[in-house]
């Protein structure tokens, strides 16, 4: 099928328009809010071959179509009835037909922040590998004073200096509460209230608090601005929503971040980016082992996003990143052992499925290798497992960081070209554990083999 055809087949087994409150997509999965999961035909779904896996998480039904996921996405869109999805948006979706009662705080929790933060991977990618690329360009000569370094590195920097306007953007979107508000508090932290000293409101001092490119305090005022919004829209007249309420709203929600969420939010993320040197310099090789061989796991639930805060804080806080290391083992293990299932299969189907899914993978991209290969055969998501906590045993020894957040694939190796010198040599080291990873997710898989039914 054509991806127009394959469009309508998914919205028709999704329950038809009707049942889809909205759909976004990251970069390889279709996330769909939806009414009733009743109306779900999940046995049909399976059985597109366009589909490589479903991810059934609470309200959020998943899709993964892998790196082509946009051009689905341009045909499901026309698909839906946009006042139809404006209507069910503008209520509280918790109260719809599917009730959140039977999920977990802690699955909501994941699934506001994986919302929040998946649609600005691009920023956070795109200004990573700019810095990359310049790291690459001075190795070539380029002059770190020149006028297209400074211009491109100011292009980058703004991207992370800027971070908690998006992603309070996007996180606002999320929960249904108005963006642009949160998107004027967070601009206002970074534009305004970053890192001053002397400042006061209502004669009380504020705290000198880093905003910039720190994400934890709008992730955390967010949901306290939804909270705030819910309770005005219902004592207020409906005549006063347009004109009194953002007035309201700012005045509240704006010393709330000053004085608690601001404060405790930088607290937080220096607490874990410090707690990320601690591991480094204490369980280094011990944690990398644990992170990089659970990873393929936390990327299976959706909750790797997780790790996104911290590693932007460990940016922001040391310049590097200890924690990205355990998806450049994770994700070239993976590649491994989809090109052994590649290699070894007898069915053209996996084969052809393998060797996509290897070249995929290679490039930083591991849902269609993870969902189209590993796990529907098992054992080798097993054998990637092991072989990605193998390399980062040795990834932990040597204290492999990241000097950018990219998702690591061959394109986005030069992340790891360090300051100084001999910077080129952090950059060896990493090729050296792709090498690895590759080589054991391949032969652990060879030997641990699989049923190709």
Known sequence: MDKKETAKLIVERLGGKENINLVTHCATRLRFDIKNKQEIQEENLNNMDEILGIVDKGRQYQLVMGPSVNLFYNEVTPLLNDENVKETNDKDIDQGEVEDGNISWFTKVLNYIS?????????IIGAG?????LSVAILFGLSSEGGTYVTLSTLASTGFTFLPVFVAFSAARKVQVNEYLAAFIALAMVASFNQIDGMSLFGLALQNVKYANS????????PV???IDTWISKIL??????????????LIIAPIMMFILGPSGSFIGTVLADFCIWLMDKAGSLSMAVMAGFHSITVMFGVHYLFT?????????????FVLTRALCANFAMAGATLAVAIKSKKSKNKQIGYSSFFTAILGVTEPALFGVLIRLKRPLIASCLA??????VAGLISLKAYAIASPGLLALPIYIAPGANGIMNMVAAIGIVVLSIVLGFVFTWFIGFKED
């Open 237 to 250: 007249p409906s005549q006063a929503h347009f004109t009194i309420k953002p007035v309201i709203l700012v």
């Open 225 to 227: 601005l939804k909270i």
């Open 309 to 321: 805060p911290i590693m932007v804080n460990e940016v922001a806080e040391t310049g590097a990143t």
């Open 115 to 123: 919302g929040a933060i998946s649609p600005v991977l691009p920023v």
């Open 129 to 133: 590998m700019i810095n990359a690329l």
């Open 388 to 393: 990605a906590a193998c390399s980062g045993l």
């Open 215 to 222: 994400i934890i305090p709008v992730l955390a005022m967010v």
